[in-house]
């Protein structure tokens, strides 16, 4: 099984940039989707972006617009580009497979990293 290493996470001022990335133990080649979810304190984890090994994306209306996901297959990395962070945006950031992200905000299950925390201060 994948194990998936997040970093990148950091205190940043709302209205600022951030990049996470995660690295895979395996190649991520063959993986049909990737994703990443985050979990604010006190609130349930949701699943925020996905990409497929073809590239189509997908995200969550809380941060359309916003983040974008990518994945470097030769170097078994997913990135996280996040702009115009907002305080709501302050939570650990988990790197996922296998998770596909429906219109309603729901998703299936999948494997999850360990984290990396994002804090957004006003």
């Known amino acids: 099984q994948v194990q998936l290493v997040e970093s990148g996470g950091v205190l940043v001022q709302a209205g600022g940039s951030l990049r996470l990335s995660c690295a895979a133990s395996l190649s991520i080649s063959s993986i049909n989707i990737m994703g990443w979810g985050r979990q604010a304190p006190g609130k349930q984890r949701e699943l925020v972006a996905t990409?497929?090994?073809?590239?189509?994306?997908n995200y969550a209306d809380s941060v359309k617009g916003r983040f974008t996901i990518s994945r470097d297959n030769a170097k078994n990395t997913v990135y996280l580009q996040m702009n115009s962070l907002k305080p709501d945006d302050t939570a650990d950031y988990y790197c996922?497979?296998?998770?596909?992200?429906?219109?309603?905000?729901?998703?299936?299950?999948?494997?999850w990293g360990q984290g990396t925390q994002v804090t957004v201060s006003s």
């Open positions: 996922n497979v296998g998770s596909i992200l429906f219109n309603s905000g729901s998703f299936t299950s999948g494997s």
């Open positions: 990409i497929t090994k073809g590239g189509r994306t």
